[in-house]
């Protein structure tokens, strides 16, 4: 994100005088800034707008929350990954078709929680309950976790509290390639940098503001040989006339220009949405066909691919994995015992379920 | 203002300025104007010379469809501006009547007509309203109110905002052949209808004409012209197979197997239609438990054939492209 696309920000009244305010309006120097007392005059001023989703990703917000770190809700009957997420940022400069964002934050601007040492205090303590196994927090839940990054350092801010704390490991999931603040400083072990890849036609088509997949991969490939671990979400697959063909060119991609010892873990999971979303995005994204296509409303409520392709997507890009050997790298995101059981079974060839389904965990 | 009895030929009923709202005096409502006429007078304004009804249409017609010839009105001071006419009319209805969507995006059009500003019919009318207060509610309403044809169907089957926008993203000809199509059907067979054309449209490339000539529908729309009910569920499912191949595939296939099966008349098969589980159920009905050995031994006499294999490798069975 570059400051010409930000129009305003607001500052609430609460943080005026927050450091990180400062540091935040020096880098945005010349835009107009306005102080309020309450956010809902910037939520009033959205709905006055056509399209109040694009203009809220041109509105900067910088507040204060309670409390950052929660559970990732995960979906009811979904096998879980004991994902937990850091919420700092909430919404996203990016602007991806199927982003559940999009219906989920009601006019919520671009908005930064500036009270570190809320956050602080609250991951200390996070960090002082005892955990048996490995712990992943994310920051890439209600943004991405690197596209505001130049103008928050959330990433260097965050690192910092992970150094030495083995037992958690920090994710941040971007689609953009800016990580040169992350070269700047030393990498650890338990900070990973993950990317949501797909193939280009669809980054071309519904992924607004990212990243190329060559961009992608390179800055993934600059970070591994800077000494950092990766990951990637294949999130969402999309099923469409070629994609066998155009996903297998990505992980072929992927694996030349990174070896699979640099990789820590890859999600796949396939499109999926409530049923709140569907308007908004023919609303916002009229020529697009992606969620025009076949899909069941599932035990969650959300609408899927049916199962069947759903196992067929899955074990397709199962087996490119397994053809690089990288098979135990990968997880199902938010989906049935059924489909993992499915997905398992040939991925895995039959081996044992002890550690499943995330083996690193153990 | 001035209560007075006038005679109906006196009021301008082709001036429709203050008229929002789209009910239509029913029998129930004739009876009673039969046996005690308009008893609660009706609202009027001077306008040009002439006398010009706010409020009361459903009065008024009844009163003329009953044959009456005068009936009570109110008289509105006439400086009164029509924005403050009509917000009279509005919010006296408001009190105690259910407004449709129609009558909504009819309303919202006269209040922006009368120059209520773009701000105000957001924050305040549309919240009134009780629809979502944004710009693009507003638009989607504007537009509504300029659907003529459109707009009785949409009162009388009182479809929601996420129909009508739906409707209005088709080309105008193709909202004349939708309203030719489902005019008869429930509201939720007209949304169903809108969403499962649109999508097809969408996936497909075509245009709805294109999509309503192909074989399988354009052999249903025959029908329709002869017996529409039926042939709405006709068309409906014909939809919902093109819509959902793959499921409807599977399914076919899965209903197919069970069919063959020679099941005791106690027990049921059935699975989750979405497919979603690959499992099959059983139910079984009986009330002692020599019938429920006899039944089991039946179900176990069954396993013999092939058929439950190849019942449940269909349902987990995987999709080659």
């Known amino acids: 994100m570059n400051q010409a696309e930000i129009n305003k920000v607001f500052i609430d009244r609460k943080v005026e005088k927050d450091p990180l305010v400062s540091r935040i309006m020096n880098k945005l120097a010349g835009l107009p800034a306005e102080v309020i007392d309450e956010s809902e005059m910037i939520r009033q001023k959205l709905r006055l707008t056509l399209d109040p989703v694009g203009e809220s990703k041109r509105l900067l917000f910088l507040t204060e929350q309670k409390s950052f770190v929660r559970p990732c809700p995960c979906t009811p009957g979904c096998v879980g990954c004991h994902y937990w997420t850091i919420d700092l940022d909430i919404n996203c400069p990016l602007d991806c078709s199927y982003c559940l964002l999009q219906s989920y934050l009601e006019e919520q601007p671009l908005t930064i929680s500036v009270n570190r040492d809320a956050l602080k205090q609250e991951l200390v303590s996070f960090f002082e309950q005892e955990r048996s196994q490995l712990l992943r927090i994310g920051t890439g839940e209600l943004s991405d976790s690197l596209a505001l990054d130049e103008i928050t350092e959330d990433s260097l801010f965050l690192i910092e509290l992970f150094r030495a704390r083995r037992n958690f490991c920090l994710e941040m999931k971007t689609k953009t390639a800016r990580i040169d603040s992350l070269l700047k400083i030393k990498p650890e072990p338990n900070v990973i940098l993950a990317w949501s890849l797909n193939t280009e036609r669809m980054i071309e088509s519904e992924e607004r503001g990212a990243a190329s997949l060559d961009e992608r991969l390179t800055a993934a490939a600059k970070a591994v040989s800077y000494g950092y671990q990766v990951a990637f979400h294949f999130d969402p697959i999309i099923h469409y006339p070629g994609w066998q063909g155009e996903y297998q060119r990505v992980i072929e991609k992927l694996f030349r220009k990174i070896s699979k010892e640099g990789i820590a873990w890859v999600s796949l999971g396939s499109l999926r949405f409530p049923p709140d979303l569907i308007k908004v995005v023919r609303r916002r994204f009229p020529g697009g066909v992606i969620f025009e296509h076949e899909f069941v409303r599932s035990w969650d409520g959300k609408f899927r691919y049916p199962r069947p392709l759903r196992v067929k997507l899955y074990k397709e890009l199962g087996r490119i994995f397994f053809d690089f050997g990288a098979e135990e790298k990968l997880y199902l995101c938010m989906e049935s015992t059924e489909v993992w059981r499915a997905f398992l079974e040939k991925i895995k060839r039959g081996r044992p379920l002890s550690t499943f389904p995330f083996p690193w965990l153990t | ?321």
Request: include cysteine; aromatic fraction near 8%.
């Open chain 2, 1 to 321: 203002m001035i209560l007075r009895k006038i005679q109906i030929d006196e009021i301008n009923l082709e001036d429709r300025r203050f008229r929002f709202t789209c009910g239509q005096p029913d029998e129930k409502f004739l009876r009673s104007i039969k046996e005690i006429s308009v008893v609660e007078p009706v609202k009027i304004i001077k306008r040009e010379a002439s006398l010009v009804l706010v409020s009361g249409w459903k009065r008024v017609e009844g009163a003329i469809s009953c044959g009456l010839e005068e009936l009570p009105v109110l008289e509105i001071p006439e400086n009164l501006s029509d924005l403050e006419t009509f917000a009279l009319a509005f919010f006296e209805n408001y009190s105690h009547h259910q407004f449709s969507l129609a009558e909504k995006s009819l309303a919202v059009r006269r209040f922006s007509d009368f120059g209520l500003g773009q701000t105000e019919l957001i924050s305040r009318i549309l919240r009134i309203l009780e629809l979502p207060p944004t710009r693009h509610t507003l638009e989607v309403l504007l537009d509504l109110s300029r659907q003529g044809k459109a707009l009785p169907i949409i009162h009388l089957k009182d479809w929601k905002l996420i129909t009508a926008e739906l409707f209005l993203s088709f080309p105008e000809e193709e909202r004349f052949l939708l309203l030719s199509l489902f005019s008869d059907l429930s509201q939720n067979k007209q949304k169903e209808m809108i969403e499962l054309f649109y999508s097809l449209k969408k996936r497909k490339g075509k245009n709805l004409k294109a999509i309503v000539e192909e074989p399988a529908i354009a052999s249903c729309l025959e029908i329709f012209k002869k017996n529409k009910p039926e042939a709405a569920d006709k068309l409906l499912s014909i939809l919902r197979k093109e819509v959902s191949p793959l499921v409807h595939r599977l399914c076919e296939e899965i209903d197919r197997e069970i069919r063959q099966f020679k099941l005791p008349n106690n027990v049921r098969l059935d699975y989750d239609r979405t497919l979603e589980k690959s499992n099959l159920t059983l139910e079984v009905m009986v009330s002692s438990q020599e019938e429920l050995r006899e039944t089991v031994t039946e179900i176990l006499n069954s396993l013999a054939d092939g058929n439950w294999q190849r019942l449940f490798e269909l349902l987990q069975q995987e999709i080659e492209e």
